[in-house]
């Protein structure tokens, strides 16, 4: 299991359905489920909306890339479902986030 965690936070991850994580990981669906849900007593699901929604936020903070390319990177292929998720995630838009991140202190 730690081996999983640590490759879903790399890029070669981060944009695979759930479908896909567990087919790479060369076990059935519900044996990785369990897994999971054992763990860290959550799903691939919710543990994925959180990695992939760091990431955006490191993303967002350290690149000039449009949230349209941060989402298409992260797996998302609707804007309006990635900007939806980080909003639930962060409690702030993704627009709003960059600003805040990219103010010069005072």
Not at 68 to 80: K, P, R, V
């Amino acid at each position: 299991m730690k081996s999983l965690l640590l490759r879903l936070h790399s890029p070669e991850y981060i944009s695979l359905s759930d479908g896909q994580i567990y087919k790479k990981t060369g076990y059935s669906a519900p044996v990785v489920i369990n897994a999971f849900k054992k763990y860290l007593n959550t799903t691939v699901i919710d543990y994925m909306k959180i990695v992939r929604t760091d990431f955006a936020k490191r993303l967002l903070a350290t690149t000039n890339l449009t949230i349209l390319e941060i989402s298409y990177n992260l797996g998302y292929t609707s804007l309006s479902h990635f900007s939806k998720l980080f909003k639930e995630q962060v409690g702030i838009s993704t627009s709003k986030y960059r600003e805040n991140v990219k103010k010069p202190p005072r």
